[in-house]
């Protein structure tokens, strides 16, 4: 199985900024589409941010224009960097291919993001 480590989160002020980390155990250019979720209690887990294989993104609509994602193929690591945040930001955040769980991925631990007002 290929692992999945979320890192970087925490408590951050209204407007503040954050880099999230994933790191994979495999190959993440054999996986292709990468994407960053985050699932915010009482709510159903939410593709936020997206990167193909070619660089390519896209984001959410309630991410677009704050959210930033990139990917090191070099160092199988996808980022995350998130800014102007919001406390409707608030989540636990994790990443995963696009579609979740391709070449035997599992969901990790994910990593806390709080914002307060």
């Known amino acids: 199985q290929v692992q999945l480590v979320e890192s970087g989160g925490g408590l951050v002020q209204l407007g503040g900024s954050l880099r999230l980390s994933c790191a994979t155990s495999?190959?993440?250019?054999?996986?292709?589409?990468m994407g960053w979720y985050r699932q915010a209690p009482g709510k159903q887990r939410e593709l936020v941010a997206v990167?193909?294989?070619?660089?390519?993104?896209n984001y959410a609509d309630s991410v677009k224009g704050r959210f930033t994602i990139s990917r090191d193929n070099a160092k199988n690591t996808v980022y995350l960097q998130m800014n102007s945040l919001k406390p409707e930001d608030t989540a636990v955040y994790y990443c995963?291919?696009?579609?979740?769980?391709?070449?035997?991925?599992?969901w990790g631990q994910g990593t806390q993001v709080t914002v307060s007002s």
């Open positions: 995963n291919s696009v579609p979740p769980l391709k070449k035997n991925l599992t």
């Open positions: 495999g190959s993440i250019v054999s996986i292709g589409a």
């Open positions: 990167i193909l294989g070619d660089g390519t993104t």
